[in-house]
């Protein structure tokens, strides 16, 4: 486990690389985006030609034959940049991931070349408006009907429908043994019968959007369902653990790159004798706050090392600590810049202002932090619970 924590040349050239990438685009790009009410389409359209959208993927169907260090490296440094691509989370480390573990033939050959060249696209659909981050109480229910399906419910804080090709939803299904209600995973079209999207009004400047979705007896063929029908909780946490590994990515391009802003700044900004860096009041919380990074940077290597290399069990509980410590390494990080800056920190010249929004979100979702703590004082520690 030592050298997991030492990153290739290979990684590194592949952190060099993107990083190039993002530096052509950066967060004038992306502001521009929010402003304008567009999506990255160009930033997606070159990193899935340069092959960075599918770095994680077989090579058979187009991809890189790598895995979730490699993806979470491409986010990351984009992150870095001020571009990150937030379906990044969602279409090729949670969507395409699921369906290339237990995808059909058929599924494979359908959608992973198009998912690693970043021609398609597919949201994933998990949170309900009842359920929270409870998925044992998720109500969306698949019935058989004939060799079909007959798919029912809501989704709420969906990202990127409207600009997906399809949606991984995930619902539930009777278990003919025991009457009770097992996970499944089923891949809806865009354009299916009773499948229907509304944008859901948010504070965040980002350009995906949030969606409800309305799933009304939407009938689905039986190639729909992604794997075996009774290995539903398997696969959907093959799906979660990359989504909290990515996550983690996400939120410490995001530190990276307001650090980066506010260590500028400090070297440069001069109010009295000296650059403002000079005083400790304003070093040390940026000294601090690269330390938290660096710590969360390691985690998610970790965790990515173990999810590759197959360790279901021990990337849960890597994932989950790595989304914590980069989503409060973060928070933190984005609030020094911020006073850093003072009142420039507010302005849109310096893009900090809208972190202060995007940072929060990386403790919410895709799960609390709250629920991360369940998770280690139950898991890890073997404390009871308290529900």
Known sequence: MSTALIESQEHRDLRTAVAALGRRYGHDYMAAAVRDGKHTDELWREAGKL?????NLPEEYGGGGGGIAELSIVLEELGTAGCPLLMMVVSPAICATVIARFGTGAQKHRWLPGLAAGTLKMAFGITEP????????????????????????RKVFISGVDAADATLIVGRTEDARTGKLKPCLFIVDRDAPGFTYHRIPMELAAPEKQFELVIDDVRLPADALVGDED???????????????????????????????????????????GPIGSHQAVAHPLAQSHIEVELARLMTQKAAHLYDAGDDAAAGEAANMAKYAAAEAAVRAVDHAVHTL????????????????????????????????????????????SY
């Open 51 to 55: 092959g960075y959208l599918g770095v």
């Open 130 to 153: 009842e359920a929270g981050s409870n998925s044992h109480r998720i109500t969306t229910t698949a019935r058989r009907n004939g060799t079909d399906w007959i798919l029912t419910g």
């Open 342 to 385: 003072g009142g420039n920190g507010l302005t849109t010249e310096y893009g900090l202002a809208s972190l202060i929004t995007a940072a929060r979100v990386a403790r919410i979702a895709p799960v609390s932090r709250e629920m991360i703590l369940n998770y280690v004082s139950h898991q890890t520690l073997g404390l009871p619970k």
């Open 231 to 273: 290995a539903g909780l398997l696969q959907l946490f093959a799906g979660l653990n990359p989504e909290r590994i990515m996550t983690a990515a996400f939120a410490t391009g995001m530190a990276r790159f307001a650090l980066t802003r506010a260590v500028d700044y400090a070297r440069t900004r001069q109010v009295w004798q």
